[in-house]
Protein backbone atom coordinates (compact mmCIF):
# COMPACT_ATOMS: atom_id res chain seq x y z
CA UNK A 1 0.00 0.00 0.00
CA UNK A 2 1.44 3.43 -0.97
CA UNK A 3 1.14 6.09 1.04
CA UNK A 4 1.49 9.98 0.39
CA UNK A 5 4.82 11.63 1.29
CA UNK A 6 5.20 14.46 3.61
CA UNK A 7 8.68 15.91 3.56
CA UNK A 8 10.08 16.16 7.23
CA UNK A 9 7.34 14.09 8.37
CA UNK A 10 5.23 17.62 8.31
CA UNK A 11 2.12 16.71 9.88
CA UNK A 12 2.38 13.39 10.20
CA UNK A 13 1.04 11.86 13.68
CA UNK A 14 4.20 9.53 14.40
CA UNK A 15 2.72 9.19 18.51
CA UNK A 16 0.05 9.46 20.32
CA UNK A 17 1.07 11.09 23.97
CA UNK A 18 0.03 12.20 27.18
CA UNK A 19 2.88 14.27 27.54
CA UNK A 20 2.67 17.66 25.81
CA UNK A 21 0.60 19.29 23.21
CA UNK A 22 1.87 21.81 20.86
CA UNK A 23 -0.78 24.30 19.09
CA UNK A 24 0.75 26.18 16.98
CA UNK A 25 -2.03 27.96 15.36
CA UNK A 26 -3.55 29.02 18.93
CA UNK A 27 0.23 29.39 20.03
CA UNK A 28 -0.33 27.32 22.91
CA UNK A 29 1.68 24.68 24.99
CA UNK A 30 0.43 21.99 27.21
CA UNK A 31 2.67 20.14 29.54
CA UNK A 32 1.02 17.08 31.33
CA UNK A 33 -2.39 19.28 31.28
CA UNK A 34 -1.26 22.63 32.19
CA UNK A 35 -0.67 25.41 30.45
CA UNK A 36 3.20 26.23 29.95
CA UNK A 37 2.58 29.79 31.79
CA UNK A 38 0.76 28.58 34.59
CA UNK A 39 3.28 25.57 35.13
CA UNK A 40 6.81 27.06 34.85
CA UNK A 41 7.14 29.88 36.63
CA UNK A 42 5.91 27.93 39.99
CA UNK A 43 7.06 24.17 40.20
CA UNK A 44 9.98 23.02 41.24
CA UNK A 45 11.74 21.16 38.65
CA UNK A 46 11.43 17.67 40.57
CA UNK A 47 7.34 18.51 40.86
CA UNK A 48 7.85 18.40 36.71
CA UNK A 49 9.41 15.60 36.39
CA UNK A 50 7.19 13.71 38.44
CA UNK A 51 4.31 15.32 36.34
CA UNK A 52 5.69 13.87 33.34
CA UNK A 53 6.45 10.40 34.36
CA UNK A 54 3.61 9.34 36.29
CA UNK A 55 0.67 11.80 35.33
CA UNK A 56 0.15 14.12 38.29
CA UNK A 57 2.22 16.14 40.20
CA UNK A 58 3.60 14.62 43.39
CA UNK A 59 2.15 14.79 47.32
CA UNK A 60 4.55 16.42 49.45
CA UNK A 61 6.09 12.60 50.79
CA UNK A 62 6.22 12.12 47.20
CA UNK A 63 8.14 14.45 46.19
CA UNK A 64 10.96 14.41 49.35
CA UNK A 65 11.24 10.82 48.05
CA UNK A 66 11.48 11.82 44.68
CA UNK A 67 14.25 14.74 45.36
CA UNK A 68 16.14 12.17 47.81
CA UNK A 69 16.59 9.78 45.50
CA UNK A 70 17.95 12.08 42.05
CA UNK A 71 20.00 13.73 44.67
CA UNK A 72 21.98 10.63 45.90
CA UNK A 73 22.38 9.82 41.92
CA UNK A 74 24.65 12.64 41.21
CA UNK A 75 28.52 10.99 41.60
CA UNK A 76 29.88 10.11 37.84
CA UNK A 77 31.85 6.62 37.61
CA UNK A 78 35.65 7.23 37.73
CA UNK A 79 35.61 6.29 34.01
CA UNK A 80 33.43 8.83 33.06
CA UNK A 81 35.26 11.53 35.29
CA UNK A 82 38.21 10.53 33.33
CA UNK A 83 36.81 10.87 30.13
CA UNK A 84 35.29 14.42 30.79
CA UNK A 85 38.91 15.28 30.96
CA UNK A 86 40.35 14.19 28.53
CA UNK A 87 37.61 15.84 26.45
CA UNK A 88 38.36 19.16 28.08
CA UNK A 89 42.24 18.87 27.54
CA UNK A 90 41.22 18.27 23.72
CA UNK A 91 39.25 21.56 24.23
CA UNK A 92 35.61 19.65 22.58
CA UNK A 93 32.19 21.63 22.60
CA UNK A 94 30.28 21.19 25.81
CA UNK A 95 27.57 18.93 23.49
CA UNK A 96 29.98 16.76 22.78
CA UNK A 97 31.25 15.91 26.23
CA UNK A 98 27.69 15.45 27.61
CA UNK A 99 27.23 13.00 24.43
CA UNK A 100 29.96 10.74 24.77
CA UNK A 101 29.55 10.71 28.86
CA UNK A 102 26.30 9.67 29.35
CA UNK A 103 27.29 6.65 27.31
CA UNK A 104 28.86 5.77 30.02
CA UNK A 105 26.48 6.20 33.05
CA UNK A 106 25.58 2.33 32.59
CA UNK A 107 28.93 1.35 34.11
CA UNK A 108 28.50 -0.05 37.87
CA UNK A 109 24.43 1.01 38.05
CA UNK A 110 21.23 -1.03 38.33
CA UNK A 111 19.89 -2.35 34.65
CA UNK A 112 15.72 -0.84 34.24
CA UNK A 113 13.97 1.86 32.46
CA UNK A 114 13.33 3.44 35.57
CA UNK A 115 16.71 3.16 37.05
CA UNK A 116 17.97 4.70 33.88
CA UNK A 117 15.56 7.79 33.73
CA UNK A 118 16.61 8.42 37.15
CA UNK A 119 20.43 8.57 36.81
CA UNK A 120 20.07 10.14 33.50
CA UNK A 121 18.63 13.33 35.05
CA UNK A 122 20.34 13.58 38.42
CA UNK A 123 23.48 12.94 36.31
CA UNK A 124 23.15 15.60 33.69
CA UNK A 125 24.60 18.64 36.03
CA UNK A 126 27.24 17.05 37.07
CA UNK A 127 28.63 16.04 33.92
CA UNK A 128 28.19 19.61 32.15
CA UNK A 129 29.63 21.40 35.49
CA UNK A 130 32.42 19.05 35.86
CA UNK A 131 33.18 19.59 32.21
CA UNK A 132 32.96 23.53 32.18
CA UNK A 133 35.30 23.33 35.34
CA UNK A 134 37.69 21.13 33.55
CA UNK A 135 37.95 23.18 30.51
CA UNK A 136 38.70 25.97 32.89
CA UNK A 137 41.35 24.65 34.68
CA UNK A 138 39.31 23.46 37.75
CA UNK A 139 38.89 20.86 39.64
CA UNK A 140 35.56 19.19 39.17
CA UNK A 141 33.03 19.59 43.02
CA UNK A 142 32.10 17.23 44.73
CA UNK A 143 28.28 16.35 44.31
CA UNK A 144 26.37 17.76 47.47
CA UNK A 145 22.97 16.09 48.55
CA UNK A 146 21.97 19.30 50.83
CA UNK A 147 20.69 21.30 46.86
CA UNK A 148 17.32 20.92 44.68
CA UNK A 149 18.14 19.94 41.17
CA UNK A 150 18.05 23.73 40.16
CA UNK A 151 20.43 24.73 42.82
CA UNK A 152 22.62 21.76 42.32
CA UNK A 153 23.37 22.97 38.56
CA UNK A 154 24.10 26.44 39.15
CA UNK A 155 26.48 25.15 42.05
CA UNK A 156 28.07 22.67 39.72
CA UNK A 157 28.67 25.25 37.36
CA UNK A 158 29.80 27.93 39.98
CA UNK A 159 30.72 26.70 43.18
CA UNK A 160 29.55 28.40 46.43
CA UNK A 161 25.68 29.30 47.67
CA UNK A 162 22.73 30.09 44.83
CA UNK A 163 20.45 33.25 45.58
CA UNK A 164 16.95 32.34 45.50
CA UNK A 165 16.11 34.93 43.10
CA UNK A 166 18.79 32.56 40.19
CA UNK A 167 17.22 29.77 41.22
CA UNK A 168 13.75 30.35 40.37
CA UNK A 169 15.33 31.90 37.22
CA UNK A 170 16.55 28.59 36.01
CA UNK A 171 14.02 26.77 37.63
CA UNK A 172 11.38 28.50 34.90
CA UNK A 173 13.22 28.11 32.17
CA UNK A 174 14.00 24.23 33.15
CA UNK A 175 10.38 23.76 33.57
CA UNK A 176 9.31 25.74 30.39
CA UNK A 177 11.35 23.41 27.59
CA UNK A 178 11.33 20.44 29.75
CA UNK A 179 9.13 18.98 27.18
CA UNK A 180 7.90 20.08 23.86
CA UNK A 181 5.86 17.07 21.37
CA UNK A 182 7.72 15.00 18.86
CA UNK A 183 10.54 17.17 18.18
CA UNK A 184 13.32 15.84 16.19
CA UNK A 185 15.50 14.74 19.87
CA UNK A 186 12.29 13.25 21.52
CA UNK A 187 11.55 11.39 18.18
CA UNK A 188 15.13 10.20 17.99
CA UNK A 189 14.85 8.88 21.35
CA UNK A 190 11.10 7.29 21.04
CA UNK A 191 12.63 5.56 17.86
CA UNK A 192 15.33 4.28 19.78
CA UNK A 193 13.48 3.07 22.75
CA UNK A 194 11.23 1.53 20.07
CA UNK A 195 13.38 -1.09 19.19
CA UNK A 196 13.64 -2.07 23.10
CA UNK A 197 16.85 -0.87 23.53
CA UNK A 198 17.89 1.01 26.67
CA UNK A 199 17.10 4.22 27.84
CA UNK A 200 20.82 5.30 28.18
CA UNK A 201 20.77 4.67 24.29
CA UNK A 202 17.99 6.20 23.53
CA UNK A 203 19.37 9.41 25.41
CA UNK A 204 22.39 9.51 24.20
CA UNK A 205 21.01 9.69 20.59
CA UNK A 206 18.52 12.59 21.18
CA UNK A 207 21.55 14.51 22.42
CA UNK A 208 22.82 13.63 19.45
CA UNK A 209 20.00 15.11 17.28
CA UNK A 210 19.56 18.33 19.68
CA UNK A 211 23.57 19.62 19.02
CA UNK A 212 22.63 20.03 15.71
CA UNK A 213 22.27 24.28 15.11
CA UNK A 214 18.88 23.41 13.71
CA UNK A 215 17.56 22.07 16.52
CA UNK A 216 19.39 23.10 19.93
CA UNK A 217 22.02 25.51 18.91
CA UNK A 218 20.30 28.60 18.75
CA UNK A 219 19.88 30.86 21.57
CA UNK A 220 23.33 32.16 21.11
CA UNK A 221 23.50 33.73 17.98
CA UNK A 222 20.08 35.39 18.85
CA UNK A 223 21.87 36.98 21.61
CA UNK A 224 25.20 37.69 19.39
CA UNK A 225 22.17 39.60 17.18
CA UNK A 226 22.02 41.39 20.15
CA UNK A 227 25.20 42.20 21.35
CA UNK A 228 26.48 42.97 17.48
CA UNK A 229 23.52 45.93 17.02
CA UNK A 230 25.04 47.06 20.92
CA UNK A 231 23.03 50.31 20.59
CA UNK A 232 19.05 51.14 20.29
CA UNK A 233 19.92 53.32 17.66
CA UNK A 234 21.62 51.00 15.23
CA UNK A 235 18.94 48.28 15.59
CA UNK A 236 16.85 48.86 12.57
CA UNK A 237 19.84 49.37 10.38
CA UNK A 238 21.17 46.32 11.24
CA UNK A 239 18.25 44.18 11.07
CA UNK A 240 17.39 45.83 7.35
CA UNK A 241 20.83 44.61 6.24
CA UNK A 242 20.31 41.71 7.70
CA UNK A 243 17.04 41.09 5.73
CA UNK A 244 18.76 42.21 2.78
CA UNK A 245 21.09 39.58 2.54
CA UNK A 246 18.70 37.21 3.41
CA UNK A 247 19.68 36.04 6.90
CA UNK A 248 17.54 34.87 8.97
CA UNK A 249 16.97 36.79 12.25
CA UNK A 250 17.68 34.49 14.96
CA UNK A 251 15.01 34.44 18.25
CA UNK A 252 12.43 35.18 15.38
CA UNK A 253 9.47 32.65 14.05
CA UNK A 254 9.22 29.11 14.76
CA UNK A 255 8.25 26.28 12.32
CA UNK A 256 5.41 25.31 14.20
CA UNK A 257 4.10 28.47 15.92
CA UNK A 258 2.13 30.71 13.71
CA UNK A 259 1.25 32.96 16.90
CA UNK A 260 4.24 33.83 19.59
CA UNK A 261 5.81 31.14 21.47
CA UNK A 262 3.96 30.93 24.51
CA UNK A 263 7.16 29.70 25.97
CA UNK A 264 8.64 33.10 25.05
CA UNK A 265 5.57 34.94 26.83
CA UNK A 266 6.86 32.82 30.37
CA UNK A 267 10.69 33.36 29.89
CA UNK A 268 9.80 37.31 28.87
CA UNK A 269 7.98 37.67 32.19
CA UNK A 270 11.39 35.59 34.60
CA UNK A 271 13.17 37.70 32.14
CA UNK A 272 11.91 40.77 33.45
CA UNK A 273 11.60 39.96 37.40
CA UNK A 274 15.25 38.51 37.45
CA UNK A 275 16.65 41.98 35.57
CA UNK A 276 14.27 44.18 37.93
CA UNK A 277 16.69 43.28 40.93
CA UNK A 278 19.92 41.28 39.17
CA UNK A 279 21.74 41.12 35.82
CA UNK A 280 22.48 44.09 33.01
CA UNK A 281 19.87 46.46 32.91
CA UNK A 282 21.17 48.50 30.08
CA UNK A 283 21.34 44.81 28.42
CA UNK A 284 17.74 44.22 29.33
CA UNK A 285 16.72 47.42 27.43
CA UNK A 286 18.35 47.12 24.36
CA UNK A 287 16.91 43.54 23.91
CA UNK A 288 13.80 44.60 24.49
CA UNK A 289 14.25 47.37 21.94
CA UNK A 290 15.93 45.38 19.70
CA UNK A 291 12.74 42.91 19.93
CA UNK A 292 10.08 45.92 19.22
CA UNK A 293 12.15 47.04 15.60
CA UNK A 294 12.75 43.42 14.93
CA UNK A 295 9.26 42.67 15.18
CA UNK A 296 8.11 46.26 13.53
CA UNK A 297 10.32 45.33 10.41
CA UNK A 298 9.12 41.83 9.96
CA UNK A 299 5.45 42.91 9.83
CA UNK A 300 6.99 45.22 7.21
CA UNK A 301 9.23 43.42 4.90
CA UNK A 302 7.02 40.21 5.24
CA UNK A 303 3.57 40.93 5.59
CA UNK A 304 1.50 37.53 5.94
CA UNK A 305 4.02 36.26 7.80
CA UNK A 306 3.63 35.72 11.68
CA UNK A 307 7.46 35.89 12.87
CA UNK A 308 6.91 36.60 16.37
CA UNK A 309 9.71 36.19 18.66
CA UNK A 310 10.73 32.98 20.14
CA UNK A 311 11.86 31.02 22.78
CA UNK A 312 14.97 31.22 22.05
CA UNK A 313 15.52 35.08 21.99
CA UNK A 314 14.68 35.03 25.61
CA UNK A 315 15.88 32.08 26.85
CA UNK A 316 19.35 33.66 25.51
CA UNK A 317 18.46 36.82 27.72
CA UNK A 318 17.59 34.76 30.91
CA UNK A 319 20.37 32.39 30.61
CA UNK A 320 23.37 34.93 30.11
CA UNK A 321 21.44 36.98 33.16
CA UNK A 322 22.17 34.29 35.26
CA UNK A 323 25.44 33.80 34.28
CA UNK A 324 25.69 30.77 31.86
CA UNK A 325 27.94 30.94 29.56
CA UNK A 326 26.89 30.64 26.13
CA UNK A 327 28.75 27.84 25.50
CA UNK A 328 26.43 26.00 28.02
CA UNK A 329 23.25 27.00 26.53
CA UNK A 330 22.47 24.21 24.39
CA UNK A 331 23.78 21.60 27.41
CA UNK A 332 21.29 23.56 29.76
CA UNK A 333 18.56 23.16 27.18
CA UNK A 334 19.50 19.38 27.27
CA UNK A 335 19.63 19.48 31.73
CA UNK A 336 15.89 20.50 30.86
CA UNK A 337 14.95 18.24 27.73
CA UNK A 338 16.27 15.21 29.37
CA UNK A 339 13.05 15.10 31.90
CA UNK A 340 10.95 15.10 28.61
CA UNK A 341 13.42 12.44 27.08
CA UNK A 342 12.55 10.11 29.63
CA UNK A 343 9.04 10.00 29.84
CA UNK A 344 8.76 9.54 26.32
CA UNK A 345 10.67 6.92 26.32
CA UNK A 346 9.06 5.47 29.02
CA UNK A 347 5.68 6.37 27.18
CA UNK A 348 6.77 4.48 24.51
CA UNK A 349 8.02 1.33 26.00
CA UNK A 350 4.65 1.02 27.91
CA UNK A 351 2.47 1.79 25.09
CA UNK A 352 4.06 2.50 21.81
CA UNK A 353 5.35 -0.41 18.77
CA UNK A 354 8.14 -0.53 16.77
CA UNK A 355 8.46 2.83 15.28
CA UNK A 356 9.26 1.74 11.47
CA UNK A 357 8.11 4.48 8.53
CA UNK A 358 8.42 3.57 4.78
CA UNK A 359 10.28 5.40 2.22
CA UNK A 360 9.87 6.47 -1.01
CA UNK A 361 13.01 4.76 -3.73
CA UNK A 362 14.07 7.28 -6.51
CA UNK A 363 16.76 5.81 -7.57
CA UNK A 364 17.40 3.73 -10.67
CA UNK A 365 16.27 0.48 -11.40
CA UNK A 366 17.28 -2.89 -13.98
CA UNK A 367 20.97 -1.94 -13.67
CA UNK A 368 23.04 -5.22 -14.32
CA UNK A 369 26.27 -5.95 -12.84
CA UNK A 370 29.22 -6.16 -14.50
CA UNK A 371 32.51 -7.11 -12.74
CA UNK A 372 35.56 -4.98 -13.67
CA UNK A 373 37.71 -7.65 -11.64
CA UNK A 374 40.27 -9.69 -14.09
CA UNK A 375 39.95 -13.57 -13.86
CA UNK A 376 38.18 -15.14 -11.48
CA UNK A 377 37.75 -14.12 -7.35
Known amino acids: MRTEKQSGLEGVVAASTRLSRVDGEAGQLILAGYAVEEIAPRARFEEMVHLLWYGRLPDAG ?55 ARTLIASFPTIVGAFWRLRNSLEPLQPRRDLTHVEYCLYQIFGGEVGKQRARGLATYLNTVCDHGLNASTFAARVIV ?13 IGALKGP ?52 VLAAEAERFYATAGDRDLYALARGVERVALRVLAERKPGR ?15 GLGIPKELFTSTFAIARVAGWTAHCLEQLRDGRLIRPESEYIGPVGLRFESSAAGPN
Open 62 to 116: ELKKLTADLSSRRGLPVPTLALLREAAQNSLPAMDALRMAVGTLRLGRPESPEED
Open 214 to 265: LHGGAPGPALDMVFEIGTPERAEEVILSKLARGERLMGFGHRIYRARDPRAD
Open 194 to 206: STHSDLISAVTGA
Open 306 to 320: RLDTNVEFYTALLLH
